[in-house]
């Protein structure tokens, strides 16, 4: 076993002392005291698969998942089905004869030319010339997906796929999922083996070299420091039963009322003189508690955790330790949480929530560079094919998608994968025109359980069950991305029509929720359809995201925000959204300031993974509260990594993109009281690299195909 700090009081206080004086590696893979065990290979796309579907999948994959090892688990609305039978079509032109074979999830019928061919083996040669192709794949509960080759090279462009053999849409495929001889639900998890960074005799337990001496009734607890879903492995030997307690904090791990975890208990095990090995059950952990009835000797606890293959695309460093300590935390809170989506807590329900897995995509599309995993949140958050108002479980969840559509087209350029969301798109839209009553708003009143979720800093309102501003604004902001979809794939007259939607719900937004004397939005209406005129975040974010809020009042409205009771003392995780509308208005140094006191503070206290709702000023037992629950908070959740990579991307280096020119990209840096920094994040032509100065003598370097201009020094 390797302890990479020794243990006691001591010890730990100057680990802590020491670990806030240097930048600290939070994500595993870049740890260099973790061992990767097996590194995931694979970069050639292979399967093929209806748009879509594979979310829909791995999706019910998650929940199973879930299921097996989460307690309090609830999910509201509904979402595409997983469909059992897909078609695939081409039609080929061979200049000699070729060879064709095939491999799928399911059983697959082989028509060539409109006639069932007779091969059994998965081959054919076919001779030169022209041939339509057709595969008909039944997969019994898979996804049902092929691998195709022509002379034994794999064959993906130009397929096309449809669930009813009438609609026919562009064939979806990944260089991860179902590559390097995995089958596209296969997870193409890096495996890493973690180290104790201490352990921490508490009663009647002793340390002797790499040995845990464990007497009667004693326990120790053991910090992984790394927040991770794994398997917890160590050599044991003695006599009784051996307990293990796992969770996020030393608090949950060190209760042992199991009926208040969020995680199903683990099993006793009994034990013997001769040493055995012991791996504990899939688990999201950081600390383990180790307790023996009669006593025994332990040694090599190891934490083999799954992680998803990346390439940290963005990297950033400066002269501010606090700084980097918030990039470097917040990439692996987004990285722990990604596991084929960008998932809730890893810990309490390890599901995909459009909200959070949308808002992800603004971190990850640049940290990570995954398309495939943004896709599978982007597709999380559209409703099901011809949806209806009982597949809303959270109103205005769904309206997350088109927004996250348009991040995803303008940070990739491949405006073909867009159209194959289409049929979708517009079907959500057509929903919300049948939502809108006589002023075009939304309100909560569609029949759904949960109502309006901003977030949960709603302290302030607005009424979940009521009629939101931010919620008329996200849709305004729906049209106005509808229409210029519509637009690129060629439909004139419904740009029209949703051109014309957007700016009448701009009209009656101004109309009936913009306070002039306070140059602010109100919250909206509330349940019984009194105007709210509270003022919270929600609806000015949105207004500067969508394009509406005046500019003249930003002075105003950047003013009256740390005014808004509970503003830095309660924290949720729409702060990615709300953070982008502070490098938006170029609130650099606010925005750091409120990165300093609350997410900074969160690491000083010791953990090394943002949550989900926190607040500073609370006691460290409240901070661990959430749904009334103990220990409900998740310490680990994805969408609030966003807020420092957000910080650094669009805040320091000022990055812009055009809605209009996709390779045109602005850059304003802001270095507030740095002496330097060093920026690379990708485009989709490339690399921009920015070595930023105190002395604005910047260094910038960006790929061909592209124009950067520079705002400033």
Same mark, same amino acid.
């Given at each position: 076993? +390797?302890?990479?700090?020794?243990?006691?009081?001591?010890?730990?206080?100057?680990?802590?002392?020491?670990?806030?004086? *240097?930048?600290?590696?939070?994500?595993?893979?870049?740890?260099?005291?973790?061992?990767?065990?097996?590194?995931?290979?694979? $970069?050639?796309?292979?399967?093929? %698969?209806?748009?879509?579907?594979?979310?829909?999948?791995?999706?019910?994959?998650?929940?199973?998942?879930?299921?097996?090892?989460?307690?309090?688990?609830?999910?509201?609305?509904?979402?595409?089905?997983?469909?059992?039978?897909?078609?695939?079509?081409?039609?080929?032109?061979? =200049?000699? &004869?070729?060879?064709?074979?095939?491999?799928?999830?399911? +059983?697959?019928?082989?028509?060539?030319?409109?006639?069932?061919?007779?091969?059994?083996?998965?081959?054919?040669?076919?001779?030169?010339?022209?041939?339509?192709?057709?595969?008909?794949?039944?997969?019994?509960?898979?996804?049902? =997906?092929?691998?195709?080759?022509?002379?034994?090279?794999?064959?993906?462009?130009?397929?096309?796929?449809?669930?009813?053999?009438?609609?026919?849409?562009?064939?979806?495929?990944?260089?991860?999922?179902?590559?390097?001889?995995?089958?596209?639900?296969?997870? #193409?998890?890096?495996?890493?083996?973690?180290?104790?960074?201490?352990?921490?005799?508490?009663?009647?337990?002793?340390?002797?070299?790499?040995?845990?001496?464990?007497?009667?009734?004693?326990?120790?607890?053991?910090?992984?420091?790394?927040?991770?879903?794994?398997?917890?492995?160590?050599?044991?030997?003695?006599?009784?039963?051996?307990?293990?307690?796992?969770?996020?904090? #030393?608090?949950?791990?060190? $209760?042992?009322?199991?009926?208040?975890?969020?995680?199903? #208990?683990?099993?006793?095990?009994?034990?013997?003189?001769?040493?055995?090995?012991?791996?504990?059950?899939?688990?999201?952990?950081?600390?383990?508690?180790?307790?023996?009835?009669?006593? /025994?000797?332990?040694?090599?606890?190891?934490?083999?955790?799954?992680? %998803?293959?990346?390439?940290?695309?963005?990297?950033?460093?400066?002269?501010?330790?606090?700084?980097?300590?918030?990039?470097?935390?917040?990439?692996?809170?987004?990285?722990?949480?990604?596991?084929?989506?960008?998932?809730?807590?890893?810990?309490?329900?390890?599901?995909? %929530?459009?909200?959070?897995?949308?808002?992800?995509?603004?971190?990850?599309?640049?940290?990570? /560079?995954?398309?495939?995993?943004?896709?599978?949140?982007? !597709?999380?958050?559209?409703?099901?094919?011809?949806?209806?108002? !009982?597949?809303?479980?959270?109103?205005?969840?769904?309206?997350?998608?088109?927004?996250?559509?348009?991040?995803?087209?303008?940070?990739?350029?491949?405006?073909?994968?867009?159209?194959?969301?289409?049929?979708?798109?517009?079907?959500?839209?057509?929903?919300?025109?049948?939502?809108?009553?006589?002023?075009?708003?939304?309100?909560?009143?569609?029949?759904?359980?949960?109502?309006?979720?901003?977030?949960?800093? @709603?302290?302030?309102?607005?009424?979940? +069950?009521?009629?939101?501003?931010?919620?008329?604004?996200?849709?305004?902001?729906?049209?106005?991305?509808?229409?210029?979809? /519509?637009?690129?794939?060629?439909?004139?007259?419904?740009?029209?029509?949703?051109?014309?939607?957007?700016? =009448?719900?701009?009209?009656?937004?101004?109309?009936?929720?913009?306070?002039?004397?306070?140059?602010?939005?109100?919250?909206?209406?509330?349940?019984?359809?009194?105007?709210?005129?509270?003022?919270?975040?929600?609806?000015?974010?949105?207004?500067?995201?969508?394009?509406?809020?005046?500019?003249?009042?930003?002075?105003?409205?950047?003013?009256?925000?740390?005014?808004?009771?509970?503003?830095? &003392?309660?924290? !949720?995780?729409?702060?990615?959204?709300?953070?982008?509308?502070?490098?938006?208005?170029?609130?650099?140094?606010?925005?750091?300031?409120?990165?300093?006191?609350?997410?900074?503070?969160?690491?000083? *206290?010791?953990?090394?993974?943002?949550?989900?709702?926190?607040?500073?000023?609370?006691?460290?037992?409240?901070?661990?509260?959430?749904?009334?629950?103990?220990?409900?908070?998740?310490?680990?959740?994805?969408?609030?990594?966003?807020?420092?990579?957000?910080?650094?991307?669009?805040?320091?280096?000022?990055?812009?993109?055009?809605?209009?020119?996709? $390779?045109?990209?602005?850059?304003?840096?802001?270095?507030?009281?740095?002496?330097?920094?060093?920026? &690379?994040?990708?485009?989709?032509?490339?690399?921009?690299?920015?070595?930023?100065?105190?002395?604005?003598?910047?260094?910038? &370097?960006?790929?061909?195909?592209? @124009?950067?201009?520079?705002?400033?020094?």
């Amino acid at each position: 076993m +390797k302890l990479k700090h020794k243990v006691g009081c001591l010890s730990l206080l100057l680990l802590a002392t020491a670990l806030q004086a *240097q930048t600290i590696q939070y994500d595993p893979l870049l740890d260099p005291a973790v061992s990767i065990q097996e590194s995931f290979q694979g $970069n050639q796309c292979e399967y093929l %698969w209806y748009p879509g579907q594979l979310s829909a999948h791995l999706q019910q994959k998650r929940v199973e998942e879930s299921a097996e090892r989460c307690v309090n688990v609830g999910y509201p609305g509904n979402f595409y089905a997983p469909a059992y039978s897909t078609s695939f079509r081409k039609t080929v032109h061979f =200049a000699a &004869e070729t060879t064709l074979a095939w491999t799928s999830t399911g +059983k697959a019928k082989l028509y060539i030319n409109g006639k069932l061919s007779g091969t059994n083996d998965n081959s054919i040669r076919l001779p030169k010339g022209k041939h339509s192709l057709l595969f008909e794949v039944e997969a019994e509960n898979n996804l049902p =997906a092929i691998k195709v080759s022509l002379d034994g090279k794999p064959s993906v462009d130009g397929w096309e796929a449809s669930l009813d053999k009438t609609t026919w849409n562009r064939g979806e495929t990944s260089p991860v999922f179902g590559t390097a001889g995995r089958m596209p639900l296969d997870d #193409p998890e890096t495996l890493v083996t973690i180290h104790p960074s201490s352990v921490l005799p508490i009663r009647n337990a002793s340390i002797d070299n790499d040995k845990i001496m464990l007497q009667k009734n004693g326990y120790v607890l053991i910090d992984f420091f790394h927040l991770e879903v794994g398997k917890v492995s160590f050599s044991v030997k003695g006599k009784g039963k051996l307990t293990a307690l796992v969770g996020e904090s #030393p608090e949950e791990t060190l $209760n042992e009322d199991t009926t208040l975890f969020e995680q199903r #208990p683990i099993e006793p095990y009994t034990l013997s003189a001769t040493e055995t090995r012991i791996t504990l059950p899939e688990r999201g952990l950081r600390y383990v508690k180790l307790f023996s009835e009669e006593g /025994c000797e332990i040694t090599d606890v190891t934490f083999t955790v799954k992680m %998803w293959p990346v390439d940290f695309q963005m990297t950033f460093e400066c002269d501010d330790e606090r700084i980097n300590n918030i990039w470097n935390a917040s990439v692996a809170s987004l990285h722990t949480s990604t596991h084929g989506f960008y998932l809730d807590g890893i810990k309490r329900d390890y599901l995909p %929530w459009s909200m959070d897995a949308v808002l992800s995509t603004f971190g990850g599309d640049y940290v990570f /560079c995954d398309k495939q995993v943004s896709l599978n949140s982007l !597709s999380v958050a559209l409703l099901p094919l011809n949806p209806t108002t !009982s597949d809303l479980g959270i109103p205005d969840y769904p309206l997350h998608a088109l927004i996250g559509f348009q991040q995803h087209y303008k940070r990739y350029g491949d405006f073909r994968t867009i159209l194959s969301y289409r049929d979708r798109m517009e079907q959500l839209l057509g929903l919300y025109e049948t939502l809108q009553d006589e002023k075009g708003f939304i309100s909560a009143n569609v029949g759904v359980s949960w109502g309006f979720v901003p977030g949960w800093a @709603t302290r302030q309102g607005p009424d979940r +069950k009521g009629t939101p501003t931010y919620a008329q604004i996200m849709l305004y902001y729906n049209y106005k991305i509808g229409a210029d979809f /519509c637009t690129k794939w060629g439909d004139r007259k419904a740009a029209r029509h949703y051109r014309a939607k957007a700016e =009448a719900l701009k009209k009656a937004i101004f109309t009936y929720f913009w306070n002039e004397e306070k140059g602010l939005f109100m919250n909206g209406y509330t349940k019984q359809g009194e105007l709210d005129e509270g003022i919270s975040h929600h609806a000015q974010y949105w207004a500067i995201l969508a394009g509406i809020f005046p500019e003249s009042h930003y002075d105003k409205l950047f003013e009256t925000l740390p005014t808004i009771p509970y503003y830095k &003392e309660y924290v !949720s995780y729409e702060k990615g959204y709300e953070f982008m509308a502070y490098a938006k208005a170029r609130r650099v140094r606010e925005m750091w300031n409120f990165l300093f006191t609350v997410f900074g503070d969160w690491l000083e *206290q010791g953990h090394t993974r943002f949550p989900e709702n926190f607040s500073y000023t609370k006691t460290k037992k409240e901070q661990l509260v959430f749904y009334n629950r103990p220990y409900g908070l998740s310490l680990c959740h994805g969408a609030n990594g966003v807020p420092g990579i957000v910080a650094v991307l669009n805040g320091i280096a000022g990055f812009r993109q055009s809605d209009t020119k996709l $390779n045109h990209y602005t850059l304003q840096p802001d270095l507030m009281d740095l002496e330097w920094a060093n920026i &690379e994040f990708p485009v989709k032509e490339g690399k921009i690299k920015l070595r930023l100065s105190k002395d604005g003598n910047h260094k910038i &370097e960006a790929p061909a195909g592209c @124009t950067v201009e520079v705002v400033g020094k």
